[in-house]
């Protein structure tokens, strides 16, 4: 049991570079989300999905993309990257069960650098 | 829209004394999750405690307690009989009754402790 999982770990793009943050869990979780962390700002919601399929915007979606193929995996797309994308991005998941207060299960984070 | 607020952006406890870190929330709900999350230096994000609001017991796990004040919207985490181990970036968090998977953070605090 893996729980999260995120790759790459540290990534260094040029402006313009598109690139997928990768996130997979084996817990079965239907609630999947990415944030962005920047210092003094906390963790910010950049997409979230509620299931295979479906997907919807957060706080910060703009020049993100996201799709939900299958209920593992929750790839977080750049287009077209810029420095304000410069972040740590965490991807988490939890359950829908109605009795689960919702302990969301945190990735270890990938670091990007747009230069 | 729902906003959390943490106003201390840092804080420091001598080992084995307690600490209170602050946090405020804004929402026009009346069912909700509070949560406390630690963020060591390895970036992982642990979850410390949760709160219900519909409960009137503040929660308690070991060291760490909670005092929700909902009709003043306050949610301060105390840590008791703090250890080294305590030192990390902590986040308030709010998450709707029905939005599973979608968490609004407060800004952090960063806990240092001193030996």
């Known amino acids: 049991n893996a729980g999260v999982t995120q790759t790459p770990k540290f990534q260094v793009l040029k402006t313009g570079q598109s690139m997928t943050l990768q996130c997979a869990q084996d817990?079965?979780?239907?609630?999947m989300s990415w944030y962005r962390q920047d210092p003094g700002m906390g963790l910010r919601l950049i997409h979230y999905?509620?299931?295979?399929?479906?997907?919807d915007q957060g706080e910060v979606p703009n020049g993100y993309n996201v799709s939900r193929s299958t209920t593992e995996d929750f790839p977080l797309r750049l287009l077209s990257a810029a420095p304000s994308q410069t972040s740590v991005y965490f991807c988490?998941?939890?359950?829908?069960?109605?009795?689960?207060?919702?302990?969301?299960?945190f990735g270890p984070g990938t670091r990007l650098t747009v230069l | 829209a729902q906003t959390v607020t943490q106003s201390q952006p840092e804080m420091s406890v001598q080992e084995a004394e307690t600490v209170t870190l602050s946090c405020t929330y804004d929402?026009?709900?009346?069912?909700?999750?509070l949560f406390w999350y630690k963020q060591p230096p390895s970036r992982q994000m642990i979850l410390v405690i949760r709160?219900?609001?519909?409960?009137?017991q503040n929660a308690t796990e070991n060291r760490f307690s909670v005092n929700f004040q909902k009709a003043a919207k306050s949610f301060s985490l105390k840590i008791s009989d703090s250890q080294l181990g305590d030192a990390a970036m902590y986040f308030c968090?709010?998450?709707?009754?029905?939005?599973?998977?979608?968490?609004?953070f407060g800004q952090g605090t960063e806990l240092s402790v001193k030996p």
């Open positions: 988490a998941s939890s359950s829908l069960e109605s009795w689960s207060v919702d302990t969301q299960y």
């Open positions: 817990m079965n979780h239907e609630y």
């Open positions: 999905s509620v299931g295979a399929g479906i997907t």
């Open positions: 929402t026009s709900e009346s069912d909700y999750y």
């Open positions: 709160q219900e609001a519909y409960k009137q």
């Open positions: 968090a709010y998450r709707s009754y029905n939005q599973g998977g979608k968490l609004i």
